[in-house]
């Protein structure tokens, strides 16, 4: 049923038009600004607000559960990385490095803070397109959305955009993945039939018994992106060392561009890249450079915790295809994406 994508995406859309009132954003005095393209319909600006709202909810759950020996840290991450990890989902999600949180009810506090949380006053500089960013220069672009094959693109470039991040969020990230919610708890147009089990990919039993991209969602790809915006982490104690220095005088998070492996995307080779020699700069890993290292890490740790076990390591680098894409973004460390 993979040839039926699209139009599954538009059965979500109006799915989440009816079941929704109108989806916003955490915070509205600090809610980034949306760009849609002309006569874009309301259920798809609906969705990308959820998708906001589920990478704040994963950067949440990262910054307030996760423990130096968590099996999924260990698989993207080493030892030595965890206090950085975690600030880096700290910051996104807004919250103080040193406090702290009783354990014994995630679901609530979770809930709570998608009703009452603060975004962090940063994301006033974040712009969020479906599409191609219309503020992007077109010399300052890589790769558009148009191609077909891009996830997504975040621009940062300070002599002309300042501290802005202007991150374009292209189709294929809406019609290939899907919501956490929509995975976990399979509408009607993800069953094989009508009372029938779900499709490979949705439900916890779904899922396989591994990390694959059957995980990720539209708030994933966000996520991704918020890595790569050095505005947003650049007060991170030693941020500018750990991070990758970059030709524009700045240190950023970037996406690991081999030989091998040959990329930093998806479980497979996220997992590989831990396994690497430490930077001997740094004394971390050289995942902790990494944008997609922190999403799989995520992505393991809230699918272990929303079904209650423990998901094994990817076995090839297919498994970043089950859904019939994967994910990358524009690699243009002085602009676009990485």
């Given amino acids: 049923m993979a040839s039926s994508n699209r139009i599954k995406w538009f059965l979500s859309l109006l799915i989440l038009l009816v079941a929704l009132q109108r989806c916003e954003a955490d915070g509205d005095d600090d809610i980034p600004t949306f760009k849609f393209p002309t006569n874009t319909q309301q259920q798809a600006k609906d969705e990308m607000s959820l998708a906001l709202k589920e990478a704040m909810t994963l950067a949440r759950f990262l910054a307030i559960t996760s423990v130096p020996c968590d099996e999924g840290f260990l698989r993207y991450f080493q030892p030595q990385d965890y206090l950085f990890v975690q600030r880096v989902f700290r910051t996104i999600a807004n919250i103080p490095f040193d406090k702290q949180f009783d354990q014994s009810n995630i679901a609530d506090l979770l809930a709570s803070w998608d009703k009452d949380a603060k975004l962090n006053p940063k994301f006033t500089d974040l712009s969020i397109s479906l599409g191609d960013h219309p503020d992007v220069r077109e010399q300052d672009r890589g790769r558009n959305c148009e191609d077909g094959e891009l996830g997504a693109q975040t621009t940062y470039l300070p002599p002309v955009y300042g501290n802005r991040a202007l991150m374009a969020i292209c189709s294929p990230s809406f019609e290939f993945y899907y919501s956490l919610k929509d995975i976990e708890d399979p509408p009607d147009w993800a069953l094989t039939a009508k009372g029938g089990a779900p499709e490979a990919g949705f439900s916890c039993n779904g899922l396989l018994g591994r990390d694959t991209s059957y995980m990720l969602s539209p708030g994933s790809v966000i996520l991704h992106e918020l890595m790569h915006w050095p505005y947003l982490l650049q007060d991170i104690p030693d941020y500018a060392r750990f991070a990758q220095p970059t030709t524009g005088g700045y240190s950023k998070i970037l996406d690991f561009a081999g030989p091998n492996p040959p990329d930093g995307y998806g479980p497979f080779n996220s997992a590989r890249i831990q396994s690497l020699p430490v930077n001997a700069v740094t004394g971390k890993s ?53």
């Fill in 286 to 338: 050289q995942a902790i450079r990494n944008a997609d290292s922190y999403v799989w890490y995520a992505m393991n740790k809230y699918w272990s915790w929303k079904c209650n076990r423990s998901f094994g390591a990817s076995t090839s680098p297919d498994d970043n295809t089950l859904r019939n894409f994967a994910f990358s973004d524009d690699t243009n460390e002085e602009g676009s994406g990485s």
